[in-house]
């Protein structure tokens, strides 16, 4: 047999003259791949850049084994060339080896080219893939029985160990958790708790961190059983335009990094911590903790799992607006005082319509792949446009019960600094009327309704704090009015310079 072999620099001359390279990374036990921009150096280190969020990098953050395949194909079989590289993939960190290799890169990619020349490289992740075996391939020669050539680089090989393998399953559970959003849980507790201590005087600070776990765990449970039934429903199985992190759920069971048993176990167990907290609150504070946590469990449980499936018969907005609004706010002023009130539901409100917006403006999104699988929530129901007018009729509505309440003496006049994110509602709203069908463009709603919700349970809870005697201060009011207005002005216009940039990237990208 023939046997010819061709020099590294032979193989990085050839490396230089093709823009694109395949990129072949593990979805669980699958392979998945991809066309992406690439450099390399002289040793054969190859990188690659993507958007932050993108699948592709959770992939190899979760599984950095990578497989790569550069052709260059000069029309006809016998002038094709191969070059094959299999190795180890890593984010890279240190920022002068980013300049460099964006700066390099940008020659060959046009979105890499924008965001170098506009300074909005932290956009980007940049990928280093380092070689074990390198095998270059000319069609006429293995037409003629020749191996190709190989080059192994021993430095680079490894082998995962448990502890990696162990790791490498923990951020799949943080990503599968999506714990920026648990926030939808802590706010109506500490709003609760908040309302204890300005009506009825009282905190204890032991209730008050169980009541936080209890809330946090169900909705741990809650969001987790979501991503299981949607996917054995097929929901986010067909969902492409979903917007990350914000819609087509956490992504874990699409991508293969967690079994879809995995993700049904994980769940169940945050119910039965959740639940476990539930039982001692109904020994501690009465029965009425019990009927609180039994609509909280089967809410979690069958908000998408047959047969009830709630969010498929048009009531899962509603359901979530009363679990992550009034019971959990209900619930958290019932363990610090034993009552139950209606001056926490009126509080309530407010947040309840908000958590409620947030669920239903992530629902324009998934329009399309839920109508598909029959889940028939109210922006399915109503059609985006229709819907939009629905989504102005919360946010207004939210912010006419602040001041209904206010007006009525139901709530302290302290809470009005809640207002101060009206500005956030309006860019919502103008963003839903604009780009309801326009999933891409969407994502300042998306983000101005989750800040809306944090900041307005924020900012309501502060509120009912400040109203307490011993902490009533107006100066202390207007300054946090004052900051908290700056602050939202602050992410409202993030949020114009965030649109601009991805319009721009992907322009450049179809350039």
């Known amino acids: 047999m023939t046997t010819v072999t061709h020099s ?3 193989i990085l001359s050839v490396l230089k003259m093709i823009p694109q390279i395949s990129v072949a990374t593990f979805k669980g036990s699958k392979i998945r791949t991809r066309m992406m921009h690439f450099v390399n150096d002289d040793k054969f280190n190859v990188y690659l850049s993507s958007l932050k969020g993108d699948p592709k990098i959770e992939q190899i953050t979760q599984n950095p084994s990578v497989s790569l395949l550069a052709l260059k194909y000069e029309g006809d079989f016998p002038a094709a060339t191969e070059v094959e590289i299999t190795g180890w993939a890593e984010i890279v960190g240190d ?24 300074g909005n490289t932290d956009k980007l992740e940049l990928i280093r893939v380092r070689p074990e075996t390198v095998k270059f391939r000319l069609a006429r020669e293995i037409v003629q029985g020749v191996p190709p050539t190989i080059f192994e680089f021993s430095e680079n090989c490894k082998e995962e160990d448990d502890a990696a393998m162990v790791k490498r399953k923990m951020k799949s559970w943080v990503t599968e958790m999506r714990l920026p959003f648990i926030t939808a849980s802590v706010i109506p507790v500490l709003l609760g708790t908040s309302i204890a201590g300005a009506v009825a005087n ?25 991503d299981y039934f949607d996917h054995r ?3 986010d199985d067909r969902n492409i335009e979903f917007i990350r992190p914000f819609s087509g759920g956490s992504r874990v069971i699409q991508l293969g990094l967690l079994t879809p048993l995995e993700v049904m176990t994980g769940g169940f167990f945050f119910l039965i911590v959740g639940a476990s907290i539930g039982l001692f609150f109904t020994w501690a504070s009465g029965w009425f903790v019990l009927l609180l946590m039994l609509v909280g469990v089967t809410s979690a449980i069958f908000y998408t799992a ?18 992550f609004g009034y019971l959990m706010t209900l619930g958290a002023y019932y363990v610090q005082t034993g009552e139950v009130s209606w001056v926490p539901l009126a509080a309530a409100t407010p947040v309840a319509l908000l958590i409620a917006a947030v669920l239903y403006i992530n629902e324009f999104p998934d329009y399309t792949a839920d109508r598909a699988a029959g889940k028939w929530h109210l922006v399915v129901r109503l059609g985006r446009n229709k819907a939009a007018v629905g989504y102005l009729g919360i946010i207004a509505a939210t912010y006419a019960s ?28 103008k963003y839903t009327f604009a780009y309801h069908s326009q999933s891409n463009n969407l994502v300042p709603a998306n983000v101005s309704t989750i800040n809306m919700h944090l900041l307005t349970g924020v900012l309501l809870t502060a509120g009912y704090i400040l109203s307490i005697p011993q902490f009533n201060n107006p100066i202390v009011t207007l300054a946090l ?4 207005g700056l602050f939202v002005m602050r992410v409202y216009r993030k949020l114009g310079r965030e649109q601009a940039l991805a319009v721009n990237v992907r322009n450049a990208a179809s350039s």
């Not at 009282?202 to 979501?226: E, K, Q, R, Y």
């Open 306 to 323: 047959p047969p009830l499936n709630l969010v498929s018969r048009g009531i899962g907005e509603a359901f979530i607006g009363l679990n």
């Open 233 to 235: 429903s097929g929901t």
């Open 202 to 226: 009282v905190f204890n600070p032991l209730f008050f961190v169980l009541a936080m776990i209890g809330g946090a765990t169900l909705h741990l449970g809650a969001n987790i059983l979501n």
């Open 95 to 118: 920022e002068e080896t980013r300049r460099k290799w964006f700066v390099e890169e940008a020659s060959k990619s046009p979105i890499v080219k924008y965001l170098v020349e506009t």
């Open 8 to 10: 590294q620099d032979e």
């Open 481 to 484: 009015a004052v900051a908290a």
């Open 402 to 429: 602040i001041l209904a309440a206010v007006a009525l003496r139901v709530m302290p006049i302290e809470t009005l600094i809640s207002l101060v994110t009206l500005p956030l509602a309006v860019k919502a709203v």
